[in-house]
């Protein structure tokens, strides 16, 4: 099992970067994909989430608007589509895959695979 996050990089306020995060050794119907940030010196915060087999997406109120959550069955892979970028939104981002329910599905110990991270700087 292997999840493989990518698409980070600079990018200046109000500008928009894809995070794609690709699983292997599982298909997308039996696990769900959260994302995650950990900002320097901050505790590793949950992001948005889409379910297994609904699809059903969910967002952590400072992202809401602003960031999509979408996945591509054929591909194994799920997207984070972020927009008006913000500087506070610079941070290192994971993928995990889990079964968490909605109420766990923030918590970083719901989630069984990671993956190991892409940096995000949003700076002008």
């Known amino acids: 099992v292997q999840l493989q996050a990518s698409g980070g990089g600079l990018v200046q306020p109000g500008g928009s970067q894809r995070l794609s995060c690709a699983a292997s050794?599982?298909?997308?119907?039996?696990?769900?994909i959260g994302w995650f940030r950990q900002a320097p010196g901050k505790e590793r915060e949950w992001v948005s989430f889409?379910?297994?087999?609904?699809?059903?997406?969910y967002y952590a109120d400072s992202v809401k608007g602003r960031f999509t959550i979408s996945r591509d069955k054929a591909k194994n892979t799920v997207f984070l589509q972020m927009n008006s970028l913000k500087p506070e939104d610079t941070a290192v981002y994971y993928c995990a895959a889990g079964r968490p329910i909605t109420s766990t599905m923030r918590s970083d110990t719901a989630y069984d695979y990671w993956g190991q991270g892409t940096q995000v700087t949003v700076s002008s």
């Open positions: 050794g599982f298909t997308l119907d039996y696990y769900g």
């Open positions: 889409i379910s297994s087999r609904e699809g059903r997406t």
